[in-house]
């Protein structure tokens, strides 16, 4: 009699075992892959709308008349089909003509900043 050449019970289960805690482990790095992505591009974004809005004030004509004042300000700008706050705090320093300010960015309906951007402005 010929043996039959397959195989067993056995090592179908264990194959199939092997394949299942694969198959998991794939699809679980593919899932962080695709989160990371995502916060990878918002980050991105955010940063873009702090550099923008740092390169704006930068490009402002100064002057002893013409200089940003001290305080807060906050707009709301929408990218896509997000919207974003984009809040500009403007601080005074030691030096009277140069202005410390700190850009933060917040996706809408969220209270931790995505991205805070500081730099300073000179009077002259």
């Known amino acids: 009699m010929k ?8 090592e179908v ?13 794939l699809v679980r790095n593919t899932t962080q892959s695709l989160r990371q992505a995502g916060q990878i591009q918002e980050k991105t974004i955010a940063w873009w709308l702090a550099e923008n809005r740092m390169s704006a004030l930068r490009m402002l004509e ?6 940003p ?6 707009e709301v ?7 974003w706050e984009v809040e500009t705090d403007i601080e005074s320093t ?3 003509y140069v202005r410390r300010v700190v850009v933060s960015v917040y996706r809408e309906s969220n209270d931790v900043s995505s991205v805070e951007l500081v730099g300073f402005l000179g009077r002259y």
């Open 69 to 74: 004042s001290v305080g807060v300000s906050r």
């Open 13 to 25: 289960m264990v194959a199939l075992v092997v394949f299942a805690v694969v198959s998991v482990a």
């Open 77 to 83: 700008i929408e990218t896509g089909d997000v919207s």
């Open 62 to 67: 100064r002057s002893d008349n013409n200089f």
């Open 3 to 10: 043996a039959n050449r397959g195989f067993t019970l056995v």
């Open 94 to 96: 030691e030096n009277d």
